[in-house]
Structures are given as structure tokens and as C-alpha cells.
């Protein structure tokens, strides 16, 4: 692991970390987080509905580091982008790569570049050539321990490559184990759909 690595903040894609777990794996209701309002979300139903679809912005947001907008302020600029996009039931569709890579690159200033395909072995190079890399895994990479119940369908951001494997920040990340964690490359793996948007490290 780099001292890149440290230099790179923890956050969640829930204003209270503390209360993650109970949101993502016991259903309660994100309107009751006392801390919704640090998100930048307009109501606790704003933040509500949303804040279980923004773990691509919480990525965003690690990677921008100290002094980066909230994290509903880079939703709306993602959703100006078309990143995000609703549909007439009110059905949230998203993260889109390609607008979500515009928006980052003409708004924020960084190369960000989709990877339709991905390899494990293209990821260790981008980590190697000092890129960040928002991986689509499973939710279930929170416990590696388990096996994976699929592939795809959340984003986390991978930091950097250790002796065996890779190092990566979840958003939904239960403990700080699962949320600042290492993976060796075939557990990895098991959780990740092959795709993702890599980014300039810190």
C-alpha cells in the first residue's frame, strides 16, 4: 500500500457513518439520520431518497479530497450532466459513465476515463500508473467473507495495489474494517463486474 493511500478521505454515502449498517442491512428509514443535513440534501426526503444511489458521488468525492462540494451538490451536477436520470414512476436510473465522465472532467478538472471492459489486471495498472479506479462490485464486498451473491451494481474506489491484491474505500461500508479495506485480487474478483471510470490519484 502507498502513502497515496492515506491521502485519501474515508467518507460514506451516509451522512452518519455510525448508522450505516442499521440503513443498508436493517432497513431503516434514512430520513431519521440526524446528520442528514451535512449532505447538502435540500430535506430528509431529499436525502432519504437519494443517499442509497450516491455511492458513485461519495466515490467523487473522496477522489476530489479536502475541500470538495457536498455530496448532494456533486448529485445535482451529475444530474445536470444526465448521470442520473429519472424515470416517469420516479424510478432513479444511474450512475451513467459517460456523462457522469464529462461532468467530472469539464466540471472538476479531472481525467476521468470509462473502462467498459476491465481486467483485474488492467486494474492493478491504472493503480500501478497512480490512478483511482471506481470499480463496479456487489454490495456484498462488505463481506468478503461470504460468498458473492453477484456482480456489479455498487461502487467503490480503489487507491491502491497491496502485495497480493488491492486496497479500496466502500461508501457503504458498515465498520471502519468495510469501509477502508483489502482484498486480494481473486476475492475481488468474485464481487466485480469488469467495468468501471478511473480518475487522477491524490
Not at 444530474?79 to 416517469?88: I, M, P, Q, R, V
Not at 486480494?184 to 468501471?196: H, I, M, Q, W
Amino acid at each position: 500500500m502507498t502513502c497515496r493511500t492515506c491521502r485519501v478521505p474515508v467518507q460514506t454515502q451516509f451522512a452518519s457513518p455510525g448508522l450505516v449498517g442499521a440503513i443498508v442491512e436493517e432497513g431503516i428509514d434514512p430520513a431519521g439520520d440526524p446528520r442528514w443535513a451535512e449532505s447538502g440534501a435540500a430535506s430528509p426526503a431529499d436525502y432519504a431518497r437519494w443517499a442509497g444511489h450516491l455511492c458513485g458521488m461519495t466515490c467523487l468525492r473522496m477522489a476530489l479530497g479536502t475541500g470538495a462540494p457536498s455530496l448532494f451538490a456533486l448529485r445535482d451536477g451529475a444530474l445536470a450532466y444526465g448521470a442520473y436520470t429519472e424515470d416517469a414512476d420516479g424510478v432513479i436510473r444511474g450512475l451513467i459513465y459517460a456523462p457522469f465522465a464529462r461532468y467530472v472532467s469539464e466540471v472538476h478538472g479531472l481525467d476521468a476515463v470509462v473502462h467498459r471492459e476491465l481486467s483485474p489486471a488492467a486494474v492493478l495498472g491504472l493503480l500501478d500508473e497512480g490512478r483511482t479506479v471506481m470499480a463496479s462490485v456487489h454490495h456484498g464486498i462488505r463481506h468478503p467473507e461470504r460468498p458473492a451473491p453477484g456482480r456489479g451494481g455498487h461502487l467503490v474506489l480503489l487507491t491502491a495495489r497491496t502485495d497480493d491484491g488491492v486496497h479500496f474505500h466502500n461508501p457503504s461500508g458498515t465498520t471502519a474494517k468495510t469501509r477502508a479495506a483489502t482484498l486480494p485480487v481473486p476475492v475481488l474478483e468474485c464481487f466485480f463486474a469488469g467495468r468501471g471510470v478511473s480518475l487522477p490519484g491524490a
